[in-house]
T-cell receptor
């Protein structure tokens, strides 16, 4: 079944550790996105990529980095995790910026 | 500033009745609006979208209405079913911007 796969589904991490959240899509969508979802704050854009080889900063990029080496994969890295990065992280993709975004089922990340 | 909000944080509806979920937005430059459904432990699921040059769009059991004069968006769900219980988000986008701005969500509960 075509869609977006995120891994891991959940993770508990010690503060200061490095962590990479994985996202893979098999829909050949050009654009990919990373959001975090926090209670009362809704979904906020962290980073995006309009096409393979390009990335851009979203609303809350600090402490996160991304890469887009190919069309299918868009990993999100926390270089040195802090407790405020405890959240649910969603990856999304779309054909282009003018089409709806489709979401994975998220990674629940707790930083202790 | 830009904002997308919902009039009601919770809504309870009898099974079989119609539901109406409302959303206000403040960015008059928004070109595109989307409704998402999010079930517990899942990512947002695309329901229906509408572009700013339209007033109404219908899908299967769902209708989205856009009133640009008062910057109001609504989602109508006909003949609600228990599976419609979820949190519903509206989102808006200016095509000149990467950011998809989400509202904080309305929880819809279907009463059997």
């Amino acid at each position: 079944i075509a869609g977006i796969t995120q891994a891991p589904t959940s993770q508990i991490l010690a503060a200061g550790r490095r962590m990479t959240l994985r996202c893979t899509q098999d829909m050949r969508h050009n654009a990919m996105y990373w959001y975090r979802q926090d209670l009362g704050l809704g979904l906020r854009l962290i980073h995006y990529s309009n096409t393979a080889g390009t990335t851009g900063k979203g609303e809350v990029p600090d402490g996160y980095s991304v890469s887009r080496a190919n069309t299918d994969d868009f990993p999100l890295t926390l270089a040195s995790a802090v407790p405020s990065q405890t959240s649910v992280y969603f990856c999304a993709s779309s054909v282009n910026r003018a089409q709806p975004q489709h979401f994975g089922d998220g990674t629940r990340l707790s930083i202790l | 500033g830009e904002s997308v909000g919902l009039h009601l944080p919770t809504l309870s509806v009898q099974e079989g009745d119609n539901s109406i979920i409302n959303c206000a937005y403040s960015n008059s430059a928004s070109d595109y609006f989307i409704w998402y459904k999010q079930e517990s432990g899942k990512g947002p699921q695309f329901i229906i979208d509408i572009r700013s040059n339209m007033d109404k769009r219908q899908g299967q059991r769902v209708t989205v209405l856009l009133n640009k004069t008062v910057k109001h968006l609504s989602l109508q769900i006909a003949a609600t079913q228990p599976g419609d219980s979820a949190v519903y988000f509206c989102a808006e986008k200016d095509f000149g911007n990467e950011k998809l701005t989400f509202g904080t969500g309305t929880r819809l509960t279907i009463i059997p």
